[in-house]
């Protein structure tokens, strides 16, 4: 990370090293951060990227990131004014990896924490600074910040935002100097209470003793002119009252490096037009197949030999652009391709049982994914992996097969290569949801704002690129990354279902289909999940699922629970847990299969579900922060649709607490025919 850090100084820059993660998710353009060893605070700024997509490659992202847009806007939100249209204006984005981003020092008031005077220097770090009252060096930048739902954040400083009132008696705003009224420039300001609690915070004159603030308080300077804009082109639909005014521009007062200060908006998507690995379907493949329209169907059957040629042309063009890894992973599909038979064609092929059954889109959509998944992903059996000769857990097969049928697992897979995109295009202040509520005023908007654009020296001179100069950067990395998939017997599940009342036909030939045509329609994160009676038993079930996996695996992997992600496959009833953590592989997850899966199905079963809230979650919700709930960059469908109960049973988590409906839990089947 560079940084242009103390711009009124003649001071060098400095860079402390952050990696491709940090700069896609923490370190990013208007976020404010500790400078090393907490020598300042900063302000991130432009952001700088190593490589660029092409257009033809950045099509799919931008449609996905226009789709999170509208829903934005659809539940309350705002999007930023500078925030160009994903799909009519595409050429005013750019698409790469981060390198590294611009930091300047955030000018704050300073505050000396040996005796609490505050004061107002300019363009120096704290670490060079001495108090001017006690002549200590115990100076630091003030760590409270102003924050509003458009975004905008201001400094303490010595002069804040607000607003007076006009001759017609109207607001407006305007600016108000933190001084001692009655010393003036003699003043000598403190902080009364060194406390983190902003309604303990009263700035006095120490020389006079008066109050010169009571309670922090600052008005949103770029929405107030937003308003004095609205009443002279006479645009009156929020009202033009004091409180009206007052409830659109008050600012939160927070710590700078609270949530609140910066909630980054990403996305997570699967790639899909990767060569096959085999070209050959099994069983669940060609019942996939086979509820996709028949257009959508293989027009001929499969032949190894075209798949090898397509792995061909695609390793030597890894080889071309330098990439052996990918040259290497590509000739092991190929020696898998080799041994590969014939299969017929999928549209030939009739099915009565498919005949007349009705998908979602978004079902469609992700039986595509599914497919893509089955048959361009490398996978290895976990059972494989732990008959190897360097496997410490190779005697407890017998003891795994078993908690795995205990637990309904069909599938058990070591995944060596996902190819997901991750991708960060803007960022809001105040709140992560669409709507806030401040003072009396509630679905105030939010907005997303994005990136600041490419100055000439990121463009021109870092990437050669001329033409990128004043575009919107959207940073995103594309990488192949290691985890483990499991999923649920189909029939374990329509037996469930049937448990609690969903009416599955006991002699249904596919149970798969039965439950995949009869999903109800959703929006595409899953709000209104609840309200949906077999999607989200379905949906809940894999999902809880998930969650409780990805737990479980923080503890056997090596891995934070931050650096783990999941993507759902629900027409395969199962999910991949993986390392997000970068597109370089450390191993964890094979090591986890290798030598500690006997440990992790263990943890699976118990210690994964445990919450410290019980029994107010369990009768609740049951799901909570203590538990199975997932920070935001982890969960595509931002933790929607979880319950313990699920799979333990108990409590029914979208009835409300004092309605008494339970289900059956999943893992509660023991002796249920099916």
């Not at 009252?241 to 609270?258: C, I």
């Amino acid at each position: 990370m560079d940084s242009n850090s103390y711009s009124n100084s003649d001071i060098a820059a400095l860079s402390m090293t952050r990696g491709v993660s940090q700069l896609l998710f923490n370190y990013l353009p208007g976020r404010t951060v500790d400078w090393e060893d907490g020598v300042a605070v900063v302000k991130l700024g432009n952001v700088r990227l190593s490589s660029v997509w092409e257009p033809s490659r950045a099509e799919v992202l931008l449609a996905e990131v226009n789709e999170q847009l509208k829903r934005w806007e659809s539940r309350g939100g705002r999007i930023d004014r500078n925030f160009p249209d994903p799909l009519r204006e595409a050429q005013r984005f750019t698409i790469g990896l981060p390198e590294s981003v611009e930091a300047r020092v955030f000018e704050t008031a300073f505050l000396c924490s040996s005796c609490g005077t505050l004061f107002f220097p300019r363009g120096l770090p704290a670490a060079s600074l001495f108090c001017p009252a006690c002549h200590s060096r115990t100076v630091r930048q003030f760590g409270q910040v102003f924050v509003h739902g458009c975004g905008e954040i201001v400094a303490v400083s010595e002069y804040l935002p607000t607003t007076r009132k006009t001759k017609d008696g109207l607001l407006v705003p305007s600016k108000r100097r933190l001084r001692c009224p009655n010393c003036k420039e003699g003043g000598h300001l403190e902080l009364s209470a060194m406390s983190e609690r902003v309604k303990d915070m009263k700035v006095i004159c120490k020389k006079c003793g008066h109050t010169v603030v009571d309670r922090f308080t600052a008005t949103c300077p770029r929405c107030a002119k937003d308003i004095v804009k609205e009443r002279a082109i006479g645009s009156v639909d929020r009202g033009d009252t004091d409180s009206t005014f007052v409830t659109r521009t008050a600012m939160r007062m927070t710590r700078y490096s609270a949530n609140a200060t910066y909630y980054p908006q990403s996305l997570t998507i699967l790639r899909l037009d990767r060569p096959s690995v085999t070209g050959i379907p099994d069983d669940e493949q060609r019942t996939l197949w086979s509820l996709l329209p028949v257009g959508e169907r293989p027009l001929r059957p499969v032949n190894p030999i075209d798949v090898i040629q397509e792995l061909t042309k695609a390793a030597q063009a890894a080889r071309q652009t330098g990439d052996s890894q990918r040259a290497a992973e590509l000739m092991s599909r190929i020696a898998v391709a080799a041994t590969a038979v014939v299969s017929p064609s999928l549209e030939e092929e009739k099915n009565d049982e498919t005949e007349g059954i009705h998908l979602e889109i978004d079902v469609q959509s992700s039986i595509r994914e599914s497919l893509a998944f089955r048959s361009t992903v490398t996978t290895i059996d976990a059972m494989s992996v732990i008959d190897s000769e360097d496997s410490a857990t190779a005697l407890l097969a017998d003891e795994i097969a078993n908690t795995r049928s205990q637990l309904g697992i069909k599938d058990l897979m070591l995944v060596e290569d996902l190819p997901v995109i991750t991708a960060t295009f803007g960022y809001t202040r105040r709140s992560f949801l669409p709507t806030f509520e401040e003072l009396s005023a509630q679905d105030l908007p939010t907005e997303i704002r994005a990136f600041p654009s490419l100055d000439k020296y990121a463009a021109a001179q870092r990437l050669g690129r001329p033409e990128l100069v004043g575009t919107v950067p959207i940073l995103a990395r594309e990488g192949d990354h290691e985890g483990i998939f499991l999923s649920l017997d189909p029939a374990r599940v329509a037996a469930w279902l049937r448990t609690n009342g969903i009416a599955v036909p006991q002699n249904e030939k596919s149970p798969l289909s039965w439950i995949l045509s009869h999903l109800e329609p959703i929006d595409r994160y899953y709000d209104d999940i609840w309200s949906c009676r077999v999607r989200r038993m379905v949906f809940g079930l894999v999902h809880t699922l998930s969650h409780a996996a990805m737990r479980a695996a923080s503890w056997y992997s090596g891995l934070e629970r931050t650096s783990l992600s999941e993507y759902l496959f629900l027409p395969l009833l199962g999910t991949v847990i993986y390392d997000s953590s970068g597109s370089f592989q450390l191993g964890g997850f094979e090591t986890l299969v290798r030598d500690q899966l006997s440990a992790f199905l263990d943890a699976l079963a118990n210690e994964a579900l445990y919450c410290v809230y019980d029994s107010t979650c369990i009768d609740g919700r049951g799901a909570c922060h203590g538990c199975i709930q997932s920070p935001e960059i982890s969960c595509r469908t931002f933790n929607h649709g979880l319950s313990r109960t699920f799979l333990i049973g108990g409590h029914a988590p979208w009835a409300d607490v004092s309605n008494f409906e339970q289900i059956v839990g999943f893992w509660q089947l023991d002796g249920v025919e099916y």
